[in-house]
């Protein structure tokens, strides 16, 4: 009795990861990944372009192959075990994965089908799905005449009608204006509380991570940076953000470096951000100096840390400097757009 | 059971989206009927003395036409597959526990009978034009129909798994489909003209060749037995025996698709 309770107790993680490594022509893309996933948890992988994000992903989901290593998710091994793996969860690709020659209803009741939720469970299934996602009217139009937002949503509900454990989502937003973005995490939100299941979410939207997550984990190079709950992240920072604007940002960024030993900076939109301890005993000093070298500033202010700073301080890279990687992004979210 | 039902659904999906495409149903009217009326009208003095005195050059281009508007169909719906790879739509059927097998065979044989629907197009066409043909030999040809379309569609099906854009599928498609219409006897019969024994060396060697030859036992009787080039039976055995390599073959092709 006493043994039973401890091995409950003991509940396996709904994803676990075992020196998960996917290798292209020598190149890791992922590399020795150890992370575990709670039940219930919505969690994102976070980082730029190209960071192995979407390959994890679909290791996960059993699409690809792991070089070495390997993952259970709901207990099963995705590489012994693929068909259980692909029965008990959902998946929402990056690029759209409808067909748009059939209705909304139809494409989740063939979904259903390829599932095989038995047939006297259907009907009640999608009509839910529907509500929950909104599109109950316009449930029988062909799916050509559905916006790119409405698209994304019948993804989402359809990722659902099998009633799986977790719930891949490859970059859900991307491409998507704000307002349906801002739409979309809140069905995110309402499908994992009215279906109690867990989330594993890949972005490189910072605002995404944050607002949407209970974990975040960074990823650069195929490897996990730092892995916490969105404060945590934030306040590992230790200190405040301080931003401003002058006519001379090179050369005020290289004083406060020389003189004051800020290290921690970036450039957004032509302002110089420095991250330090204390905000408030640094604005001064920043003025008198640049004051002292002519430069003249023209606005300061100080703001709290947030995951653009936290990325930029473990990654040494802002995450909008790589425009190589970016490109990739918009190839994406046009291809999303075209459709 | 979800076997079944995934086949059921795969095969719903290719039935609904041939009967919406109105544009390609009116189409395929097009084609048979010139055919069936420019060509046979000038040709049908040069076959003259070539074809048995109680069957005309219509009743026996008919069949073949039939076979070629397969033949066209199968091939086409290759297409279907580069598109549903090109939209994503085949990521969410291949990722589904679905097995390879009845992916395949699910789509294999949706095609299959949009296929047969176009080959019984033609058919009403045939005798909507007046071509002498007994309205009941539809009954006898569609099991044919049916047997031609699983091999031609899964050569479709085969091909459009290795290529990923549309204009290549575009270009292969134009090596396989006239190579194997000119050389199957639907335009011209096989035996009793005087054609160069290469010719008729390769026309054995195509699967069509025998698909049309059984069409033309049951449409057109007795009539065609001195042209025939097989036997019916022998006919339907080599049909049915390409079919079984072929949907081993597009099995294998859909099961190392990515």
Redesign the interface.
Known sequence: MFQLLEENEKMPHVIETIQLTKEYNSVKAVDNLNITVESGEIFALLGPNGAGKTTTISML???LKPTSGTATVNGFDIVKEP?NV??SIG?V?Q????????TGR?NL???A????VP?SEQTDRINRILKLIELEDRADDLMRTYSGGMRRRLELGRGLIHYPKVLFLDEPTVGLDPQTRDHIWKYIRDLKEAHDITVVLTTHYMDEADRLSDRIAIMDYGKIVILDTPNKLKETLEGDVVVVRANNISALSELVTKWLGFNQKQVVDGALEITVRNGKVAMPRIMELATQNNVYVESILLREPNLEDVFLHYTGRNIREDTSRELHGLSAARRRQI? | ??ET??F??LWL?EL??FV??RTRIVTSFVQPVLWLVIFAAAFATRFVGSLPADLNFRQFLLPGIIGQTILFTAMFMGINVIW?KE???M???L????SRLTIFLGKMVGDSTDAFLQGIIVFVIGLAIGIPVKPITLLYALPILMLISFGLVSIGLTIASFISNLEGFGAIQTFVNLPLFFLSGALFPLKGGALPTWLTDVAAWNPLTYGVDALRHVMLGNAWTPLQVQPLWVDIGFVALFDGIMIVIGTWAFTRM?
């Open positions: 989901c059993t699409i068909n692909r029965e998946i690709f690029d759209p994965s409808i067909d748009d020659r059939l139809e009741q063939m979904h089908n390829l599932y095989g047939a459709k | 059971m979800s039902r995934g059921y659904s999906r609904k989206r919406r495409d549903d939209f994503g739509f990521k969410e059927i990722v589904s526990p679905v990515k």
